[in-house]
């Protein structure tokens, strides 16, 4: 079974005509026919998804997803985990090597591999046959993840544009020229001081200058004194009686 894409809600057939879709954009792959068919009618009854797409086997749903490809970019793959050839969680592990992956979620009739799944990352898990409220509920998670992913694409193109965007100059306030510090002129030279007096030189010079003593009497005796002197008095003559 070859991969086709499920025509819109509005019924425009051929996909290259399709319109961007204002609804989610859902992938269905599945090997088997009754069950593909059931999962597409139940999308095109839900007034949230835009365009359904299917493929009955991994290889289509690679087609789909080729950036050549006319159809649009799906926003979630619903995948069969079980399949000939890739499995679902093989191809899971494609899509999320994507620049922007979609939401997937995985169809299965037993719960055995469910732990599996949530850890490559899907976002539901679904048991066969599918009811209705059930895949209400997964495609409620596909739109909350649709959400984040536009978010953050709004984030990133306002980042690029800001980048982008140059940022004028800014001009410089004009510094004031700083005038030069006038040149102090040297301090004047102190005159060295004069050189002091030898004292010792003018000290001998003045005692040779002296006149000399008169000769006076020899000293007296040791242990006497002259007669009429008294210690510590001017000596004076004392006339004998």
């Not at 991969?3 to 005509?17: L, T, V, Y």
Request: hydrophobic share 45%; proline share 14%.
């Amino acid at each position: 079974m070859t991969s086709s894409a499920a025509e819109s809600p509005a019924g425009i057939g051929g996909p290259a005509d399709t319109p961007p879709a204002t609804g989610l954009v859902v992938l269905a792959v599945d090997d088997e026919a009754p069950a593909l068919d059931e999962i597409s009618f139940l999308l095109r009854g839900d007034p949230r998804v835009g365009t359904v797409l299917t493929a009955a086997d991994a290889a289509g749903a690679l087609k789909i997803l080729q950036p050549n490809s006319p159809n649009p970019v799906p926003d979630a793959v619903l995948l069969d985990i079980a399949m000939p050839g890739w499995e679902g969680v093989d191809l899971a592990r494609v899509l999320a090597a994507l620049p922007r992956p979609p939401a997937v979620a995985f169809l299965s009739a037993h719960d055995d591999r469910a732990v599996e799944a949530y850890e490559i990352g899907a976002l539901d898990y679904l048991l066969k046959p599918v009811r209705a409220a059930r895949l209400a509920e997964a495609v409620t998670r596909f739109c909350a993840a649709r959400d984040v992913a536009a978010e953050q694409d709004r984030r990133h193109f306002l980042a690029i544009t800001a980048s982008s965007i140059p940022v004028a100059a800014v001009p410089a306030s004009p510094v004031p020229p700083v005038a030069a510090p006038a040149q102090q002129s040297p301090p004047p030279a102190l005159a060295p001081p004069a050189a002091a007096p030898q004292r010792d030189e003018e000290a001998l010079i003045a005692l040779t200058s002296l006149p000399a003593p008169a000769s006076s009497p020899g000293p007296p005796s040791a242990g006497r004194r002259p007669r009429g002197t008294t210690p510590g008095c001017t000596s004076r003559a004392v006339a004998a009686t």
